[in-house]
Protein backbone atom coordinates (compact mmCIF):
# COMPACT_ATOMS: atom_id res chain seq x y z
CA UNK A 1 0.00 0.00 0.00
CA UNK A 2 1.35 3.82 -0.68
CA UNK A 3 2.37 5.81 1.78
CA UNK A 4 3.10 9.74 1.93
CA UNK A 5 3.65 12.31 3.92
CA UNK A 6 2.28 15.43 4.89
CA UNK A 7 3.84 18.33 7.18
CA UNK A 8 0.29 18.59 8.63
CA UNK A 9 -1.05 17.09 11.87
CA UNK A 10 -4.50 15.34 11.00
CA UNK A 11 -7.16 13.26 12.56
CA UNK A 12 -9.99 10.53 11.57
CA UNK A 13 -12.26 11.77 9.44
CA UNK A 14 -10.67 15.14 8.01
CA UNK A 15 -11.03 16.41 4.65
CA UNK A 16 -7.50 17.27 3.42
CA UNK A 17 -6.25 18.92 0.41
CA UNK A 18 -3.08 17.19 -0.80
CA UNK A 19 0.14 18.29 -2.07
CA UNK A 20 0.51 18.51 -5.76
CA UNK A 21 3.11 16.06 -5.58
CA UNK A 22 0.62 13.67 -4.03
CA UNK A 23 -1.74 13.69 -6.59
CA UNK A 24 0.09 13.70 -9.68
CA UNK A 25 2.00 10.36 -8.36
CA UNK A 26 -1.72 8.85 -7.31
CA UNK A 27 -3.92 9.76 -10.25
CA UNK A 28 -1.39 10.24 -13.02
CA UNK A 29 1.89 7.37 -12.00
CA UNK A 30 -0.57 5.00 -10.04
CA UNK A 31 -3.84 6.04 -11.54
CA UNK A 32 -5.91 5.72 -9.37
CA UNK A 33 -9.45 6.67 -8.07
CA UNK A 34 -11.57 7.51 -5.19
CA UNK A 35 -11.69 3.90 -4.45
CA UNK A 36 -7.97 3.02 -3.75
CA UNK A 37 -6.87 3.36 0.16
CA UNK A 38 -3.54 5.01 0.85
CA UNK A 39 -1.32 5.31 3.83
CA UNK A 40 -0.81 9.30 4.78
CA UNK A 41 1.49 10.32 7.81
CA UNK A 42 1.36 13.29 9.22
CA UNK A 43 4.03 15.68 10.98
CA UNK A 44 3.72 13.48 14.13
CA UNK A 45 4.57 10.16 13.00
CA UNK A 46 1.11 9.11 12.98
CA UNK A 47 -0.43 6.91 10.10
CA UNK A 48 -4.06 6.76 8.67
CA UNK A 49 -5.82 5.25 6.20
CA UNK A 50 -6.82 7.32 3.69
CA UNK A 51 -9.10 8.02 0.03
CA UNK A 52 -9.64 10.26 -3.08
CA UNK A 53 -13.12 12.40 -2.37
CA UNK A 54 -12.09 14.51 -5.81
CA UNK A 55 -9.34 15.73 -7.34
CA UNK A 56 -7.81 18.05 -4.95
CA UNK A 57 -8.69 16.35 -1.12
CA UNK A 58 -8.83 13.21 0.02
CA UNK A 59 -10.52 12.26 3.68
CA UNK A 60 -8.63 9.92 6.60
CA UNK A 61 -10.32 7.20 7.75
CA UNK A 62 -9.04 4.88 10.59
CA UNK A 63 -5.86 5.39 12.57
CA UNK A 64 -3.00 3.12 12.75
CA UNK A 65 -1.88 1.87 15.80
CA UNK A 66 2.10 1.17 14.52
CA UNK A 67 5.25 2.26 15.01
CA UNK A 68 7.69 1.26 12.69
CA UNK A 69 10.75 3.39 13.78
CA UNK A 70 13.51 2.06 15.77
CA UNK A 71 14.00 2.40 19.78
CA UNK A 72 17.20 4.10 19.14
CA UNK A 73 18.47 7.21 17.53
CA UNK A 74 20.60 6.51 14.74
CA UNK A 75 22.94 9.58 12.65
CA UNK A 76 25.25 8.38 10.33
CA UNK A 77 28.01 10.29 9.09
CA UNK A 78 28.28 9.67 5.43
CA UNK A 79 31.58 10.63 3.17
CA UNK A 80 30.77 12.37 0.25
CA UNK A 81 31.65 9.15 -2.34
CA UNK A 82 30.44 8.09 -6.35
CA UNK A 83 27.02 9.88 -6.80
CA UNK A 84 25.50 6.95 -7.65
CA UNK A 85 27.02 4.59 -4.47
CA UNK A 86 26.61 7.98 -2.62
CA UNK A 87 22.32 7.63 -3.59
CA UNK A 88 21.88 3.69 -2.65
CA UNK A 89 23.97 4.63 0.69
CA UNK A 90 20.75 7.00 1.49
CA UNK A 91 17.96 4.61 -0.05
CA UNK A 92 19.06 1.76 2.14
CA UNK A 93 20.10 3.84 5.19
CA UNK A 94 16.71 5.38 5.08
CA UNK A 95 14.94 1.63 4.69
CA UNK A 96 16.86 0.33 7.91
CA UNK A 97 15.48 3.00 10.06
CA UNK A 98 18.71 6.00 10.28
CA UNK A 99 17.28 8.93 12.20
CA UNK A 100 20.09 11.14 10.52
CA UNK A 101 21.87 11.60 7.67
CA UNK A 102 25.07 13.75 7.49
CA UNK A 103 27.07 14.29 4.24
CA UNK A 104 30.83 14.41 5.52
CA UNK A 105 33.31 16.42 2.54
CA UNK A 106 36.31 14.07 3.89
CA UNK A 107 39.91 14.84 3.22
CA UNK A 108 39.77 12.12 0.11
CA UNK A 109 36.49 12.36 -1.05
CA UNK A 110 36.37 13.27 -4.75
CA UNK A 111 32.73 14.06 -4.91
CA UNK A 112 31.52 17.96 -4.41
CA UNK A 113 28.58 19.62 -4.00
CA UNK A 114 28.28 22.34 -5.49
CA UNK A 115 24.97 23.83 -4.84
CA UNK A 116 21.63 22.91 -3.10
CA UNK A 117 20.83 20.82 -6.39
CA UNK A 118 22.75 17.41 -5.11
CA UNK A 119 21.06 18.08 -0.92
CA UNK A 120 17.62 17.93 -2.68
CA UNK A 121 18.05 15.02 -4.55
CA UNK A 122 19.11 13.17 -1.72
CA UNK A 123 16.33 14.28 0.37
CA UNK A 124 13.70 13.33 -2.68
CA UNK A 125 15.37 9.89 -2.46
CA UNK A 126 15.29 9.82 1.39
CA UNK A 127 11.62 10.79 0.99
CA UNK A 128 10.71 7.87 -1.44
CA UNK A 129 12.75 5.40 0.33
CA UNK A 130 10.38 6.34 3.73
CA UNK A 131 7.47 6.06 1.84
CA UNK A 132 8.21 2.82 0.45
CA UNK A 133 9.50 1.43 3.69
CA UNK A 134 6.32 2.44 5.74
CA UNK A 135 8.85 4.59 8.09
CA UNK A 136 6.62 6.87 10.32
CA UNK A 137 9.76 9.83 10.01
CA UNK A 138 11.60 11.02 7.23
CA UNK A 139 15.32 11.07 8.21
CA UNK A 140 16.92 14.50 8.59
CA UNK A 141 19.66 15.16 5.83
CA UNK A 142 21.68 17.86 7.13
CA UNK A 143 23.88 20.27 5.27
CA UNK A 144 27.31 19.17 4.50
CA UNK A 145 29.77 19.09 7.20
CA UNK A 146 33.35 19.53 7.42
CA UNK A 147 35.57 17.68 10.00
CA UNK A 148 35.57 20.62 12.43
CA UNK A 149 31.65 20.26 12.09
CA UNK A 150 32.02 16.54 13.22
CA UNK A 151 31.78 16.98 17.24
CA UNK A 152 28.16 18.86 17.41
CA UNK A 153 26.93 15.44 15.82
CA UNK A 154 27.88 13.22 18.48
CA UNK A 155 25.46 10.84 20.48
CA UNK A 156 26.00 8.79 23.58
CA UNK A 157 27.80 5.70 21.98
CA UNK A 158 30.01 7.62 18.85
CA UNK A 159 31.90 5.22 16.18
CA UNK A 160 33.96 5.56 13.20
CA UNK A 161 35.05 2.59 10.91
CA UNK A 162 38.68 2.29 10.96
CA UNK A 163 41.18 -0.92 11.83
CA UNK A 164 40.44 -1.30 15.09
CA UNK A 165 40.91 -3.98 18.01
CA UNK A 166 37.41 -3.32 18.83
CA UNK A 167 35.00 -5.22 16.76
CA UNK A 168 31.34 -4.92 15.99
CA UNK A 169 29.73 -8.03 18.04
CA UNK A 170 31.02 -5.06 21.11
CA UNK A 171 29.15 -2.62 20.27
CA UNK A 172 26.77 -0.69 22.05
CA UNK A 173 23.85 1.97 21.58
CA UNK A 174 21.42 2.09 23.77
CA UNK A 175 19.75 5.28 23.56
CA UNK A 176 21.78 6.80 20.54
CA UNK A 177 24.69 5.94 18.61
CA UNK A 178 26.59 7.97 15.15
CA UNK A 179 29.15 6.59 13.21
CA UNK A 180 31.33 7.79 10.57
CA UNK A 181 31.74 5.90 7.10
CA UNK A 182 34.83 7.00 5.40
CA UNK A 183 35.30 8.17 1.56
CA UNK A 184 36.72 5.60 -1.03
CA UNK A 185 40.37 6.22 -0.23
CA UNK A 186 39.78 5.39 3.64
CA UNK A 187 41.15 8.24 6.07
CA UNK A 188 43.56 10.38 5.95
CA UNK A 189 45.67 9.82 9.09
CA UNK A 190 46.01 13.19 10.38
CA UNK A 191 41.85 13.44 9.98
CA UNK A 192 41.36 10.20 11.89
CA UNK A 193 43.12 11.33 14.46
CA UNK A 194 41.54 13.93 15.24
CA UNK A 195 38.33 12.36 14.59
CA UNK A 196 39.40 9.71 16.87
CA UNK A 197 40.43 13.28 19.91
CA UNK A 198 36.62 14.13 19.33
CA UNK A 199 35.92 10.76 21.08
CA UNK A 200 34.71 8.65 18.29
CA UNK A 201 35.81 5.16 18.92
CA UNK A 202 37.21 3.50 16.22
CA UNK A 203 35.79 0.10 14.82
CA UNK A 204 37.24 -2.64 12.89
CA UNK A 205 34.41 -4.32 10.23
CA UNK A 206 36.82 -7.44 9.66
CA UNK A 207 39.52 -8.68 7.83
CA UNK A 208 38.44 -7.34 4.20
CA UNK A 209 38.41 -4.35 2.76
CA UNK A 210 34.95 -3.25 2.14
CA UNK A 211 33.61 -0.35 -0.42
CA UNK A 212 32.39 2.33 0.95
CA UNK A 213 28.94 2.07 0.26
CA UNK A 214 29.37 -1.61 1.31
CA UNK A 215 30.88 -0.40 4.62
CA UNK A 216 27.43 2.01 5.28
CA UNK A 217 25.37 -0.27 4.71
CA UNK A 218 27.02 -3.71 6.60
CA UNK A 219 28.02 -1.12 9.88
CA UNK A 220 24.20 -0.33 9.55
CA UNK A 221 22.34 -3.16 9.64
CA UNK A 222 24.79 -4.49 12.38
CA UNK A 223 23.64 -0.97 14.74
CA UNK A 224 20.41 -1.78 14.08
CA UNK A 225 20.47 -5.71 14.83
CA UNK A 226 20.72 -4.15 18.54
CA UNK A 227 18.02 -1.59 18.19
CA UNK A 228 15.39 -3.00 17.16
Known amino acids: MQQYFTGE???SGEILDLDDKILYHLQKVLRKDGSYIFRLC???????????????QCQ?????????????????????IKNDHFELCIQKLTE?????????QAQRSVVRFRDNRKLERIRKIALEAAEQSHRNRIPEICEVAALKDLDKYKSRYNYVCYEAEKNLASLECKGSVTY???????FDEKEYKKITEMGYQSVSLGKRILRAE???????????????
Open 180 to 186: IIGPEGG
Open 9 to 11: EIH
Open 42 to 56: DRNGTVYHAHLINKK
Open 96 to 104: LGVNRIVPY
Open 214 to 228: TAAIYFTSNIVGKCQ
Open 60 to 80: TMDRLDENNELSCDITCILSL
